[in-house]
């Protein structure tokens, strides 16, 4: 029996590393939330990184270049876990803000999304256009 309480432990430790939050913490800074999502993202907890960025495009809305990132990470991730329709979905959201006003805009999230959205047009074929 106890050999069986040693196995699980390495199943809950990794279970513990994809929890997504359930309240993210009101008082975490701009650079916090990035950092968290970040680690989330490099654990592959996808779910957690996407809450976090979704957190700064809430709390932050006046702030157009933090929301062009971490739209742009969140798109990035739909891309990495192999949902293409929502990864391009986001990725024109993305690239429709830069219609918008582009001046105040760091330029790679557009290039990027603009390069991933060709990668994913060339992954589904010429049938799916």
Known sequence: MKALYVAM???LLLLACRTVPTDIPEDLTQPEL?????????QE???????????????YPEDRT??????????????RRGDLAAAETRFEELVAMYDDDSSSLP??????SQRI?????EERGPDSR
């Open 9 to 11: 432990i390495p199943v």
């Open 34 to 42: 990035i950092q968290l999502a970040q680690q989330a993202a490099d």
């Open 45 to 59: 907890n996808w779910a957690a990184a996407l809450a976090y960025y979704q957190a700064i495009v809430e709390r």
């Open 66 to 79: 933090a929301i062009a990132i971490a739209r742009y990470e969140m798109a990035f991730i739909e891309y």
């Open 107 to 112: 330029a790679w999230p557009l290039v990027l």
């Open 117 to 121: 959205v060709g990668r994913i047009e």
